[in-house]
């Protein structure tokens, strides 16, 4: 069956809340204009409606989206909208509202998870299941790096390019990455289709007419990073590399604060790290007792290919091959058609085409389908964008780490992981910790 989504919003509130976006659109409905011929072609007529209202002028909708920059409410009844200046919050509850009716659409089709039983109430300073408390704003100049133009770090861009206070932000997107021309750019909520060339110039655009100083480069993180004059980054850094080698190479950047953005199905986090300092690094999720988790267990873990056939692959640099996507395909479940296009392309590409998805069942017998959900990487992109923002107001940051399961509802506060015990990790090295110390004493 098929939901059609509308969604209402007072006359009021059009220009605060779209004074300045990346799409350039004037009103929700050209937005959805705009981006409607991306989705799917739907093969049956919809069946029932379901109104999204923004703000509390209107009586008759089914969801309610209110708050502010820093406070998020999602709830069944009208709920005010304050004033924004980049409406960071806003985002995360577009996002938890569009997970509130993901679930209400495929909980009853075998998804596993929970609706929410009462308004969420949640904020973007302490992450607790309040208001946000009110704290005195300080303008600061703040280094920014954008580590992987994919599906979250162009969120975060996203986010920022919504924003009216980037004044003081200078940025650098890091992504040696093109656009695929035969990939739909679904899974980029940022992304219009038309996009192409180098994803970091593409982001690096987007944060220059959002007001920041922004620069690209099309490389890799290593030779980004051994290509400064100096060692270290005296800002933030925001990392969605997601692969093995890649986290390593970002804790080696020796940045003043990273935070690392991770999506895996449906659940996302966002941790800060300060490499030497006690708590956990980009790098010690990846370090157990034993040996040091590899980039092969992980793509085997992802993809459900041997490690054997995986190992060979990286070694070889050879392209996927009709085998190895056909056994992907029966071990992940997935419908024919889901990975079209992936024989003759790199393993990277498939692990990336798996990324942000859960999988549901309408029966015990029947293998699990695949569904894309999008609205999980612009949630975590929200968070980061909230991150930068709030160092760029020196206000405090996030408190270690949040986490967030759309397939559940927001949680009461924050955790904090304890760095890897082994000495195995890189945050042991005695010369990063004397790095560190020297460069942010």
């Given at each position: 069956?098929?939901?059609?989504?509308g969604?209402?919003?007072?006359?009021?509130?059009?220009?605060?809340l779209?004074?300045?976006?990346?799409?350039?659109?004037?009103?929700?409905a050209?937005g959805?204009?705009?981006?409607?011929?991306l989705?799917p072609?739907?093969?049956?007529?919809?069946?029932?409606?379901?109104?999204i209202?923004?703000?509390?002028?209107?009586?008759d909708a089914?969801?309610?989206l209110?708050?502010?920059d820093?406070?998020?409410?999602?709830?069944?009844q009208?709920?005010?909208?304050?004033?924004?200046?980049?409406?960071?919050?806003?985002?995360?509850?577009a996002a938890l509202?569009?997970?509130?009716?993901?679930?209400?659409?495929?909980?009853p089709?075998?998804?596993?998870?929970?609706?929410a039983?009462?308004d969420?109430?949640?904020?973007?300073?302490?992450?607790?299941l309040?208001?946000?408390?009110?704290?005195?704003?300080v303008?600061?100049?703040?280094?920014l790096a954008?580590?992987?133009?994919?599906?979250v770090?162009?969120?975060?861009?996203g986010?920022?390019?919504?924003?009216?206070?980037?004044?003081?932000i200078s940025?650098v997107v890091?992504?040696?990455?093109t656009?695929?021309?035969?990939?739909?750019?679904?899974?980029?909520?940022?992304?219009?289709?038309?996009?192409?060339?180098?994803?970091?110039?593409?982001?690096r655009?987007?944060?220059?007419?959002?007001?920041?100083?922004?620069?690209?480069?099309?490389?890799?993180?290593?030779q980004?990073?051994?290509?400064?004059?100096?060692?270290?980054?005296?800002?933030?850094?925001?990392?969605?590399?997601?692969?093995?080698?890649?986290?390593?190479e970002?804790?080696?950047?020796?940045?003043?604060?990273?935070?690392?953005?991770?999506?895996?199905?449906?659940?996302l986090?966002?941790?800060r790290?300060h490499?030497?300092?006690?708590?956990?690094?980009?790098?010690?999720?990846?370090?157990?007792?034993?040996?040091?988790?590899?980039?092969?267990?992980?793509y085997?873990?992802?993809?459900?290919?041997?490690s054997?056939?995986?190992?060979?692959?990286?070694?070889?640099g050879?392209?996927?091959?009709?085998?190895?996507?056909?056994r992907?395909?029966?071990?992940?479940?997935l419908?024919?058609?889901?990975?079209?296009?992936?024989?003759?392309?790199?393993?990277?590409?498939?692990?990336?085409?798996l990324?942000?998805?859960?999988?549901?069942?309408?029966?015990p017998?029947?293998?699990p389908?695949?569904?894309?959900?999008?609205?999980?990487?612009?949630?975590?992109?929200?968070?980061?964008?909230?991150?930068?923002?709030?160092?760029?107001s020196?206000?405090?940051?996030?408190d270690r780490?949040?986490?967030?399961?759309l397939a559940g509802?927001?949680?009461?506060?924050t955790?904090?992981h304890?760095?890897d015990?082994?000495?195995?990790?890189?945050?042991?090295?005695?010369v990063?910790?004397?790095?560190?110390?020297?460069?942010?004493?």
């Open positions: 069956r098929l939901t059609h989504i969604v209402s919003r007072g006359a009021d509130l059009l220009s605060s779209l004074e300045r976006n990346p799409w350039i659109v004037e009103s929700v050209s959805l204009d705009v981006l409607a011929r989705a072609t739907p093969t049956v007529a919809a069946d029932r409606d379901v109104i209202a923004v703000g509390d002028d209107i009586s089914s969801w309610w209110g708050g502010d820093w406070t998020l409410l999602v709830a069944r009208p709920r005010p909208v304050c004033a924004v200046h980049h409406g960071a919050a806003l985002h995360l509850g509202l569009a997970g509130e009716i993901f679930k209400e659409e495929l909980l089709l075998g998804m596993v998870g929970h609706r039983a009462t969420v109430v949640w904020n973007l300073i302490d992450y607790r309040r208001p946000a408390p009110s704290l005195e704003r303008a600061e100049n703040l280094a954008v580590l992987g133009g994919g599906s770090g162009s969120s975060t861009a986010v920022l390019g919504c924003s009216d206070s980037n004044e003081g940025a890091v992504d040696p990455d656009f695929d021309p035969v990939r739909n750019p679904f899974r980029y909520p940022l992304a219009l289709g038309s996009e192409s060339g180098y994803k970091a110039q593409w982001l655009d987007t944060l220059r007419s959002a007001g920041c100083v922004a620069e690209a480069a099309n490389v890799p993180v290593k980004w990073a051994t290509g400064s004059p100096e060692p270290g980054f005296n800002g933030i850094v925001v990392s969605s590399v997601d692969t093995v080698d890649g986290r390593l970002v804790a080696d950047v020796l940045p003043r604060t990273t935070l690392s953005v991770a999506v895996r199905a449906l659940a986090h966002v941790q790290e490499l030497g300092d006690g708590s956990a690094c980009p790098a010690c999720e990846y370090v157990d007792e034993g040996l040091a988790i590899g980039q092969t267990e992980v085997a873990q992802l993809t459900g290919l041997s054997e056939r995986v190992a060979e692959i990286l070694a070889t050879q392209p996927l091959e009709v085998d190895d996507v056909d992907v395909q029966a071990q992940r479940g419908t024919p058609g889901t990975l079209a296009g992936m024989v003759g392309r790199r393993i990277q590409d498939l692990v990336h085409r990324y942000a998805a859960t999988e549901i069942s309408t029966t017998a029947q293998r389908i695949q569904v894309n959900a999008p609205h999980v990487s612009w949630a975590a992109g929200s968070i980061a964008a909230a991150e930068v923002l709030k160092a760029a020196g206000l405090p940051l996030v780490r949040v986490e967030l399961d509802v927001p949680q009461d506060g955790h904090q304890p760095a015990r082994s000495g195995r990790c890189l945050c042991a090295s005695p990063r910790r004397r790095w560190m110390r020297r460069l942010y004493p």
